[in-house]
């Protein structure tokens, strides 16, 4: 079983822009449509100890207080843009944490009938040292709050969940079974031009933990580095191979192939055992929260058990 550990932790990104309504047109169905106005909200994170919202509509003061936090710096520019939940409401789109340079875009918003269609777009960038998790704050009237919201966004999940689904379907289950399958990777490099054969290379690992009362015991896991193919279907994303990186003796000739010129950024990633303990440790913190397991450690195998972050 090769080494295991992990990497992602918590940043944020926010984009600024506005939109103007415009004169109302008719869809298809007959309803008509109007664009709706919005500002976009600055200098806002996402708390690392809260579940992502199923819903990107926020109506009140103090669910918006209990997921985000002020990031507040210098200058006039650096105030969290003023909400007044009294008069408005906002949709919040939050991302998985990452590496990769990651900002979303809100394009328009969109009222026809009962519902209110929110596009925006997601775009990637270059290999960071260091992880984020992306944001976008819009701001609304409160005129527009009881509407259902529909996100309009085909790449609105990315590469990520398909990977992770992969990882827990395909390499979580050849090892001893455990209550819950905690997949993580560190990438390391994303070449995307091609939506039939999007390449990205990286350091993936597989956790297999049990709950036994407030613990979570790790059972197995292992470290998979290599290299993901995938590609952009209807109906999302999936993975269509996947070059590992062998055991043993050919364990460096091998990931010296997969990763080519980008070896020496996977040696720095994955020889920083200190950050992916603590990475890992943060990682495991929100697949707690998110399920709403009343766990607060987890252990490995004879090892003294750790506290999760709150």
């Given at each position: 079983?090769?080494?295991?550990?992990?990497?992602?932790?918590?940043?944020?990104?926010?984009?600024?822009?506005?939109?103007?309504?415009?004169?109302?047109?008719?869809?298809?169905?007959?309803?008509?449509?109007?664009?709706?106005?919005?500002?976009?909200?600055?200098?806002?994170?996402?708390?690392?100890?809260?579940?992502?919202?199923a819903s990107p509509?926020?109506?009140?003061?103090?669910?918006?207080?209990?997921?985000?936090?002020?990031?507040?710096?210098?200058?006039?520019?650096?105030?969290?843009?003023?909400?007044?939940?009294?008069k408005q409401f906002?949709?919040?789109?939050?991302?998985?944490?990452?590496?990769?340079?990651?900002?979303?875009?809100?394009?328009?918003?969109?009222?026809?009938?009962?519902?209110?269609?929110?596009?925006?777009?997601?775009?990637?960038?270059?290999?960071?040292?260091?992880?984020?998790?992306?944001?976008?704050?819009?701001?609304?009237?409160?005129?527009?709050?009881?509407?259902?919201?529909?996100?309009?966004?085909?790449?609105?999940?990315?590469?990520?969940?398909?990977?992770?689904?992969?990882?827990?379907?395909?390499?979580?289950?050849?090892?001893?079974?455990?209550?819950?399958?905690?997949?993580?990777?560190?990438?390391?490099?994303?070449?995307?031009?091609?939506?039939?054969?999007?390449?990205?290379?990286?350091?993936?690992?597989?956790?297999?933990?049990?709950?036994?009362?407030?613990?979570?015991?790790?059972?197995?896991?292992?470290?998979?580095?290599?290299?993901?193919?995938?590609?952009?279907?209807?109906?999302?994303?999936?993975?269509?191979?996947?070059?590992?990186?062998?055991?043993?003796?050919?364990?460096?000739?091998?990931?010296?192939?997969?990763?080519?010129?980008?070896?020496?950024?996977?040696?720095?990633?994955?020889?920083?055992?200190?950050?992916?303990?603590?990475?890992?440790?943060?990682?495991?913190?929100?697949?707690?929260?998110?399920?709403?397991?009343?766990?607060?450690?987890?252990?490995?195998?004879?090892?003294?058990?750790?506290?999760?972050?709150?």
């Open positions: 079983m090769k080494k295991t550990l992990f990497a992602l932790a918590a940043l944020i990104m926010l984009a600024a822009c506005g939109n103007k309504p415009s004169t109302a047109t008719s869809a298809p169905d007959g309803d008509e449509t109007s664009v709706v106005a919005f500002e976009v909200a600055r200098n806002y994170f996402f708390k690392n100890n809260q579940q992502i919202p509509k926020i109506t009140s003061a103090e669910a918006f207080n209990q997921l985000f936090g002020m990031a507040t710096t210098m200058g006039e520019d650096g105030k969290p843009t003023a909400i007044d939940f009294t906002v949709l919040a789109v939050v991302l998985p944490v990452t590496n990769l340079a990651t900002e979303i875009n809100p394009v328009k918003v969109e009222a026809r009938g009962d519902s209110l269609f929110y596009t925006y777009d997601v775009t990637t960038g270059e290999i960071q040292s260091y992880n984020i998790q992306p944001l976008s704050i819009i701001i609304l009237d409160k005129q527009y709050e009881d509407k259902t919201v529909v996100l309009v966004n085909g790449r609105e999940t990315t590469y990520f969940p398909a990977i992770d689904r992969y990882l827990t379907s395909q390499i979580g289950s050849q090892y001893a079974k455990g209550e819950h399958c905690v997949p993580f990777h560190s990438i390391v490099a994303v070449d995307e031009r091609n939506d039939d054969d999007i390449l990205v290379w990286g350091d993936f690992w597989v956790f297999n933990y049990n709950q036994v009362g407030d613990t979570l015991k790790c059972v197995s896991g292992g470290s998979h580095p290599g290299l993901m193919h995938l590609r952009l279907t209807d109906g999302g994303y999936e993975v269509t191979a996947f070059e590992q990186v062998e055991d043993g003796s050919n364990n460096l000739p091998s990931a010296k192939k997969i990763f080519g010129d980008k070896y020496d950024a996977f040696q720095a990633i994955n020889s920083d055992e200190q950050r992916r303990e603590q990475l890992r440790a943060d990682v495991l913190a929100t697949y707690v929260k998110q399920h709403n397991l009343p766990v607060t450690l987890y252990q490995d195998f004879g090892w003294p058990a750790k506290k999760l972050a709150k």
